[in-house]
């Protein structure tokens, strides 16, 4: 929980220590490189069998891919039906945030988005998260990678907004945690989850451009 609690307020610090005023947005995507260098740098033994597999592995990373991309997208709108007759006014405050970051610098944004986010929370609730937890209890791995992964994306509004928006925004990210998870179960490979996360982030920042 460190790179998502301590490591904004560290680079927060550390710039406000050198007296130099930066953007959110250039903020956040240092936040973003930081943690994909992490998860590439510590996990690397990981990510050395990972591709080494890669090739006799790549038509099952697509075909899990395309069916959890489309089963995500299935659930998603489910959700968000529900969500819009609970609230029809609701909007996600981080999609939101994320779509006025993207105004200042969208080359940034959509680096950070598309390809270094998932990169680092795909090995982190996933690889980690999730894959030490299943051995355990392929449950608790399902039910608790999902809460932490909707969790990480919420909590910065905590305090902030309505605890029935907060719920909301909860809800919204419960679909991508269940079938990234289910992706990485199915496959076996790291590869999977990153690439539907990476195409359901490259959907959402298109469509703020």
């Given at each position: 929980m460190f790179q998502v609690i301590f490591l904004p307020r560290l680079l927060s610090l550390v710039f406000a220590l050198l007296g130099v005023s930066i953007s959110s947005t250039i903020q956040n995507f240092l936040y973003f490189s930081i943690n994909a260098f992490v998860a590439i740098w510590i996990f690397r033994d990981f990510w050395k069998e990972t591709l080494s597999a890669f090739p006799k592995d790549l038509s099952k990373i697509?075909?899990?891919?395309?069916?959890?991309?489309?089963?995500?997208?299935?659930?998603?709108?489910?959700?968000?039906?529900?969500?819009a007759a609970i609230d029809p006014s609701f909007v996600n405050a981080n999609d939101q945030n994320i779509a006025q970051m993207s105004q200042e610098n969208y080359l940034l944004m959509a680096l950070g988005t598309v390809i270094l986010a998932p990169i680092a929370e795909e090995v982190f609730h996933r690889g980690v998260m999730f894959g030490l937890l299943y051995r355990r209890s392929p449950v608790a791995g399902y039910i608790v990678s999902t809460v932490v992964f909707s969790l990480v994306h919420i909590h910065n509004y905590i305090g902030l907004l309505p605890p029935q928006t907060m719920l909301l925004c909860f809800l919204q990210y419960l679909p991508a945690g269940v079938c990234l998870a289910a992706a990485y179960h199915i496959s076996g490979s790291i590869l999977t989850p990153i690439l539907i996360h990476s195409a359901v982030n490259a959907i959402a920042i298109l469509s703020v451009r």
């Open positions: 697509l075909l899990v891919g395309v069916c959890g991309f489309f089963l995500y997208r299935l659930l998603s709108l489910a959700v968000g039906m529900l969500i």
